[in-house]
C-alpha cells in the first residue's frame, strides 16, 4: 500500500494557475462532493462509486495518480494503471471538478504534457467512454486520442473504446 497520508506536494507540471502533482488520500474528500455531472454519470454507468474509483486508483501499487490543484485546492484526479487485459498497455482515467472549466484555457494548455506523462512506456493508453458525452469524445480527440469505430455495451449502455499509442514503441 501507498503511504498517502504524508504525501509531499511535489509539484511535477504546471499551466497557468494549476498544479500537477501526486495524489494523496486527502484529496479525494476535497473533489467527491463537486464532481462533475458527467463524471458522476459516467461512474453511475459502470455501476461505481466516484469514491471507489479515487481510493483504488490511490491504494493500488502498480498505479500511479495525480492531483490538479488550484491554489493547493484539489479540483481533479487522474492516473493510468496496467491494464488486465492487453500487454504493456495503460488504462487512464479522470474524475474532476468544475474548477476544470472554470481554468479551461489553462486546463487545455497543459493537457498534451500530461498525456505524455500518462503515456510514459506503455505502448497503448486506453479506456472506454460514453458515446452520448460529445464534449469528452471531442476533448480526447484534441488531447491526440483515437476512437475506435465499434461501439461496446457495458452496464446496457453504449460506449466507444479511446486509445493513444506511444509511436515511439510501435
Not at 45 to 61: G, M, N, T
Not at 105 to 117: A, D, E, N, Q, Y
Not at 148 to 162: A, M, Q
Request: proline letters at 3%; one cysteine or more; glycine letters at 6%.
Amino acid at each position: 500500500m501507498k503511504d498517502t497520508e504524508d504525501c509531499i506536494p511535489m509539484e511535477l507540471s504546471s499551466s497557468g494557475k494549476l498544479r500537477l502533482r501526486f495524489a494523496c488520500s486527502n484529496d479525494i474528500d476535497l473533489i467527491y462532493p463537486y464532481l462533475r455531472e458527467n463524471d458522476i454519470e459516467e461512474c453511475r454507468l459502470h455501476k461505481i462509486d466516484p469514491r471507489e474509483v479515487f481510493q483504488s486508483a490511490i491504494y493500488d501499487k502498480e498505479a500511479i495518480t495525480y492531483t490538479i490543484t488550484v491554489e493547493s485546492i484539489p479540483i481533479a484526479m487522474l492516473g493510468v494503471c496496467d491494464s488486465r487485459f492487453e500487454e504493456n498497455c495503460g488504462s487512464v482515467w479522470m474524475l474532476g471538478t468544475h474548477g476544470i472549466d472554470k481554468y479551461r484555457i489553462s486546463f487545455l494548455r497543459g493537457c498534451h504534457g500530461v498525456i505524455k506523462l500518462l503515456q510514459g512506456d506503455y505502448k497503448k493508453i486506453y479506456n472506454y467512454v460514453p458515446k452520448h458525452h460529445t464534449d469528452t469524445i471531442n476533448w480526447l480527440k484534441w488531447c491526440g486520442f483515437e476512437l475506435e469505430n465499434k461501439k461496446y455495451v457495458i452496464e446496457n449502455s453504449l460506449f466507444y473504446k479511446f486509445f493513444r499509442c506511444n509511436h515511439l514503441k510501435i
